[in-house]
Structures are given as C-alpha cells and as structure tokens.
C-alpha cells in the first residue's frame, strides 16, 4: 500500500522558513512534487525533481523554495525561505511513477493529506 505522509507544516511570521518533509512508503517512484491549495482555489504546482535530481518550480516561489530527495529514504523535502502570507495554503506532496519531472496535478499518481502552512503579516 502507497502512502505519503506530510510533514513540517505550520504557522510562521513572513520572513521566516519552513522545512516540509514527505515520507513516502509502499513503493519507489521517478518523480516528486509540491503543490498547494489556498481556500477557494484551485490546487497549484510549487516544485517538482525527477529521478536523477533535476528541480523545476513555479515563478512565484523561484529563489525561495527549494526542493530536494532523498532517493536512499525515500522522502522528498521542500525548503522554503523567505516566506510570503501569500504562501498560506495546504501543502501537498504527490509521486508519479513516470521519471521526468512534471507539474501538472494529473501527471501524479498518488497524494498526501495534505500540511497547513500559514505565514503571518
């Protein structure tokens, strides 16, 4: 059975940093994602790393985010600096079984429930 299960999630004062960790266990896959979901929107891309390690983010997190995987452990991270109160939302972690790195929501296999980040004015 796959599992993917967030952490790292919570309440911080813009400027500061969050580290989100997701532990996935069941299987191994060829790619990693970050996307997030703020009330009353739609679930967006934030970061995405395939197989071999190579990283694509969406512009608004460019220079702040970063992510990286452990492939030994099985985890991926998403360090985020500099954050904004335009970056409150719930932080999913998604896997797909496909190597390339992807960014779209139906190029995932499989979901986490989900980290509330809130960031502070």
């Known amino acids: 059975q796959v599992q993917l299960v967030e952490s790292g999630g919570g309440l911080v004062q813009a400027g500061g940093s969050l580290r989100l960790s997701c532990a996935v266990s069941?299987?191994?896959?060829?790619?990693k994602g970050w996307f997030r979901q703020a009330p009353g929107k739609e679930r967006v891309f934030v970061a995405g790393?395939?197989?071999?390690?190579?990283?694509t983010y969406a512009d608004s997190v460019k220079g702040r985010f970063t992510i990286s995987r452990d492939n030994a452990k099985n985890t991926v991270f998403l360090q985020m600096n500099s954050l904004k109160p335009e970056d409150t939302a719930v932080y999913y972690c998604?896997?797909?079984?496909?190597?390339?790195?992807?960014?779209?929501?139906?190029?995932?296999?499989?979901w986490g429930q989900g980290t509330q980040v809130t960031v502070s004015s």
């Open positions: 998604a896997a797909a079984r496909g190597p390339n790195g992807y960014s779209t929501p139906g190029e995932y296999d499989y």
């Open positions: 069941g299987r191994t896959f060829g790619s």
């Open positions: 790393i395939n197989w071999i390690g190579s990283s």
